[in-house]
């Protein structure tokens, strides 16, 4: 399996300060001279809005600020977060809708290969959570907007989270057959499902956990793969929602075992993204990560 390297662009958001670490064009910069091969875009401001780059002109000069770096854009993280369509609320719907068009607008114009989606409804759920009609809207909501992004070519991969509803592996599943899309497959981040499937964080109802841990997780979904994130995980959050996203190396997760469990599970794409979520110390971070995934890869015979 051969590799080719990227991380989230998010990690560079805002430091504790609520400022912008580093502009988008240094950004670039520093990620070429680093050698990663290419970055998971956030859509979210200051970053790769649509709002930001409303134009195609300007949406081509994005990716020619990553191109000339010496980066790809393998995925666009779509801002979605403020419109609630699993409601029913016919105005959140077509609010939902239409972002999620504006940011497929902008994979195309960037020549971007996959988009990525959530549940928008937080976890835990509510005490009056109807569960059969808001799984029914997810899934119908998943269906369409893996039609639209097929028709342009596009991957739609869905993130399941421990602070987004349905979450449980059997739920995550169950989504992926339900929606029934050949363009429609999971984002698989390795902290997110370590809280998913071994510490049973959040679930609706009873807790489901898996004996065999992220292992098994990774057999039950076998084909359903389309992007995976690495990170590590310590089996804790980092406030009620987020999984805390543990620095390689200082988690539980062992990454020697679990990274060619992904080819047993017919993930079969070149990317390996890096998720070492927005914080202050993300520069350090990042070579941390891209040292240690560089030794981990020769290790495992994998070609970087």
């Known amino acids: 399996m051969s590799v080719k390297l990227s991380i989230g662009t998010w990690a560079y958001t ?6 912008q670490l580093f502009s988008i064009e240094d950004l670039a910069f520093r990620l070429g001279k680093l050698g990663f091969d290419g970055v998971a875009l956030s859509g979210f401001k200051p ?51 239409e972002a999620f068009d504006r940011c497929l607008e902008l994979c195309v114009d960037c020549e971007i290969p996959v988009i990525r989606i959530d549940t928008v409804a937080a976890a835990p759920y509510s005490g009056d959570f109807d569960y059969s009609a808001i799984w029914d809207r997810v899934v119908e909501m998943f269906k369409k907007n893996a039609r639209k992004a097929g028709k342009s070519g596009k991957m739609v991969v869905w993130e399941f989270e421990p602070g987004f509803i349905f ?6 599943l169950k989504m992926v057959k339900d929606v029934g899309m050949d363009n429609f497959k999971l984002q698989y981040d390795t902290c997110h499902a370590q809280m998913c ?4 964080t959040n679930h609706y109802g009873e807790k489901e956990v898996l004996k065999g841990g992220q292992l098994e ?10 992007d995976v994130h690495l990170i590590d995980s310590d089996n ?17 997760i062992d990454f020697e075992k679990l990274i060619p469990a992904f080819e047993r599970a017919g993930y079969t794409s070149e990317w390996w993204t890096i998720d070492i979520g927005a914080r202050s110390d993300a520069w350090e971070l990042t070579e941390h990560s891209i040292k240690y995934l560089d030794v981990l890869f020769k ?3 994998m070609k970087k």
């Open 217 to 226: 997780l990774l057999e039950i979904l076998k084909g359903m793969i389309g």
């Open 299 to 301: 290790k495992l015979d």
């Open 14 to 19: 805002f430091d504790d300060n609520s400022k």
């Open 167 to 172: 979450n449980k592996p059997s739920e995550i």
């Open 47 to 97: 970053q790769a809005h649509y709002e930001l780059y409303s134009t195609k002109k300007a949406r081509r000069q994005l990716e020619d600020l990553f191109n000339s770096n010496g980066l790809e854009i393998n995925c666009y993280a779509a801002d979605l977060k403020d419109y609630p369509f699993y409601t029913g609320i016919k105005d959140e719907i077509n609010n939902y809708e």
């Open 236 to 252: 804790t959050l980092r406030d009620i929602r987020n999984s805390t996203h543990a620095p390689f190396g200082k988690g539980l």
């Open 197 to 200: 499937a071994v510490a049973g």
